[in-house]
């Protein structure tokens, strides 16, 4: 499977071919799902929390007496049935964490692309040099690629800050260095583009 190759100005110079093993497998829609929901559950922080009768202050004396005042009885103004007393069954700091297997992730970012190929949704550019940090200048390149109306994926081979600071205020494109993809980020796409190195890396990194 070969896909076109094109320059920042839009126009097509090439193509290169893709990975089978990375590119054409049959996608596996389970293990796909499995990892987005185990990458949403490690994105959470866990520290929602809320103070019990025990833990609110105040409440220290019986705020009257037992008998004769015509009213129920209350031993603490912290009842959680007053206003401003404990919470029942309050949410509490917990651990959301789920691991799963190395091969499962990379099976389900496997998955994730052969997808993207199969429904012709990958671009390569052969490089995105950009002399400054400039957000006009991304999406002028967006533009040119007819990409402006998508959620765009760039994956670059390694960290190249002035792409990462020209794209950051791009609302519909995300940028990640090839080694760090993850199934996650390819599924919410809509196009990934690749730089030619940055194919390459991913070739090197899950083929290996």
């Not at 520290?47 to 009213?71: D, L, N, Y």
């Not at 959680?80 to 990379?106: S, V």
């Not at 400039?134 to 390149?141: D, G, L, P, Q, V």
């Not at 081979?157 to 199934?183: C, D, H, M």
């Amino acid at each position: 499977m070969d896909v076109k190759v094109y320059n920042q100005e839009g126009a097509e110079v090439g193509s290169v071919p893709l990975n089978e093993s990375l590119f054409g497998v049959e996608p596996n829609p389970a293990l796909v799902h499995q990892y987005v929901v185990n990458y949403l559950a490690n994105q959470r922080q866990g520290t929602a929390a809320s103070k019990g009768r025990s833990e609110v202050s105040g409440g220290g004396t019986k705020p009257w007496r037992q008998k004769g005042t015509g009213r129920a009885r209350a031993g603490s103004i912290r009842s959680p049935l007053w206003r401003g007393g404990g919470i029942i069954f309050g949410p509490q700091p917990r651990n959301y964490t789920r691991n799963l297997p190395r091969r499962m992730k990379r099976g389900a970012l496997i998955s994730a692309f052969s997808d993207k190929a199969l429904h012709d949704n990958i671009r390569v550019i052969e490089n995105l040099e950009l002399g400054a940090v400039k957000t006009k200048n991304m999406a002028t390149i967006i533009d040119k690629l007819g990409l402006q109306t998508k959620k765009c994926l760039i994956l670059d081979e390694g960290e190249n800050r002035n792409l990462i600071l020209s794209v950051r205020n791009l609302q519909k494109v995300t940028y990640l260095r090839a080694p760090l993809a993850n199934a996650f980020e390819v599924v919410h796409a809509d196009i990934v583009l690749f730089t030619k190195a940055g194919l390459k890396k991913v070739e090197e990194v899950f083929t290996s």
